[in-house]
């Protein structure tokens, strides 16, 4: 997983954290500053693993799926 905080009220404190897991499914966390307490649910549900750290401009998160490199998986390229 590679997080990606971010402060959508634009105070200075971190309020949402995105994040991607090997599974293909994007996270995001929420922090509700009256009871001091983070709550996580699926924004994304995908077939293939999130394999970078999500980015956020604006109102968008934007993200990549795939999966790692491996030899093995290649095809003769001779």
């Known amino acids: 997983m590679h997080p990606k905080p971010s402060i959508p009220d634009g105070d ?5 954290i995105y994040a991607g897991d090997e599974e293909g499914k994007l ?3 929420d922090y509700n500053a009256s009871s001091g307490t983070w709550s996580a649910k699926v924004k994304f ?3 293939r693993p999130i ?3 999500p980015d956020v401009a604006g109102n968008t998160v934007i993200f990549s799926t795939g999966i790692y490199f491996n030899p093995s998986t290649q095809g003769d390229t001779g």
């Open 12 to 16: 200075g404190a971190i309020d949402r």
């Open 27 to 29: 996270w995001r966390a």
């Open 45 to 47: 549900n995908g077939s």
């Open 51 to 53: 394999t970078g750290a």
